[in-house]
């Protein structure tokens, strides 16, 4: 089984702070990887798919990439809505979810 | 729209049954594959079953291998999962997700739905 790792678990930041979130695959996925914001209550969204796209409507502040066992998460510029927990996701074989880094206010 | 309506979670005895449907809308069901994932109370996400348009591929994790079964009703445009010999652990949120086949991601979800294994 391919097993995600995700650092921090969790990070204090402030609004308009670059924001970078790394996930760790425990064998190469190549860029088959998947980045998730899920908010209190409610189901997650997908933001960044195959390592580096962005999905549609998601803001151009957020920005994905890596290959092989190493990627990141990255928001430019922190907005009060940006506020949850990210989940990477692994789909090379099955689908495998990190732990989650929740990222709340400073 | 693209809509996933979850229901049928609620409150069961451990070693008890119960089966979830998701009613899908906005798209044609019968051209997605479609997964369930899980979310206990409080922790990250777990998927833990994936089944093709057409049902021909069905796959889960190895935590609900032989007690869950995972199947779909393209002319009701409905997933469901039937869960039996249920386990404390097995208390959480239940989410459906769909995705268009093996090696992508899932695009949609439903708000997902409660199941509570306690005695």
């Known amino acids: 089984d391919i097993q995600m790792t995700q650092s921090p678990s969790t990070l204090s930041a402030s609004v308009g702070d670059r924001v970078t979130i790394t996930c760790r695959a425990s064998q190469s996925i190549s860029t088959w990887l998947a980045w998730y914001q899920q908010k209190p209550g409610k189901a997650p969204k997908l933001l960044i798919y195959k390592a580096s796209s962005l999905e549609s409507g998601v803001p151009s502040r957020f920005s994905g990439s890596g290959s092989g066992t190493e990627f990141t998460l990255t928001i430019s510029s922190l907005q009060p809505d940006d506020f949850a927990t990210y989940y990477c996701q692994q789909y090379n074989t099955y689908w495998t979810f990190g732990q989650g880094t929740k990222v709340e206010i400073k | ?23 899908a809308s906005g798209f044609t069901f019968s051209g997605y594959s479609m997964n369930w994932v899980r979310q206990a109370p409080g922790k990250g996400l777990e998927w833990i079953s994936y089944i093709t348009s057409s049902s021909a591929n069905i796959y889960y994790a190895d935590s609900v291998k032989g007690r869950f079964t995972i199947f779909r009703d393209n002319a009701k445009n409905s997933l469901y999962l039937q869960m039996n010999s249920l386990r404390d652990e097995d208390t959480a949120i239940y989410y459906c997700a769909r995705c268009v086949g093996e090696v992508v991601p899932f695009d949609y979800w439903g708000q997902g739905t409660l199941v509570t294994v306690s005695s």
């Open chain 2, 1 to 23: 729209e693209v809509q996933l309506v979850e229901s049928g979670g609620g409150l069961v005895q451990p070693g008890g049954s119960l089966r979830l449907s998701c009613a």
